[in-house]
Nanobody
Framework: QVQLVESGGGLVQAGGSLRLSCAASGRAFSFERMAWFRQAPGTAREFVASIKWSAGWTSYATSVKGRFTISKDNVKNTVFLQMNSLKPEDTGVYYC???????????WGQGTQVTVSS
């Protein structure tokens, strides 16, 4: 059983930065890839960024490309999301999830709130 715990959210002004962390405990090594998603009130959860656990390949949503960076620490089983040049539309609850080979993302954490004021 894998547990994911997100942290690092908060309130920031537009143009500011935040760094989110997602700590995995349990059989995190079984994930092929991990990702960050976000959900604003009244909207569906949307993909933000992903990283392959072994190779480190990354993928980003168009809306965050060039502003956000996903990275990982294999020793600490932790995934990070560095968010720069934040915009009010980045506001939402940010979740991390893991996926097995060929599987969909799951094992969601409780999420961390990010609020960007204009």
């Amino acid at each position: 059983q894998v547990q994911l715990v997100e942290s690092g959210g908060g309130l920031v002004q537009a143009g500011g930065s935040l760094r989110l962390s997602c700590a995995a405990s349990g059989r995190a090594f079984s994930f092929e890839r991990m990702a960050w998603f976000r959900q604003a009130p009244g909207t569906a959860r949307e993909f933000v960024a992903s990283i392959k656990w072994s190779a480190g390949w990354t993928s980003y949503a168009t809306s965050v490309k060039g502003r956000f960076t996903i990275s990982k620490d294999n020793v600490k089983n932790t995934v990070f999301l560095q968010m720069n040049s934040l915009k009010p539309e980045d506001t939402g609850v940010y979740y991390c999830g893991g996926a097995m080979v060929g599987g969909e993302y799951g094992a969601w954490g409780q999420g961390t709130q990010v609020t960007v004021s204009s």
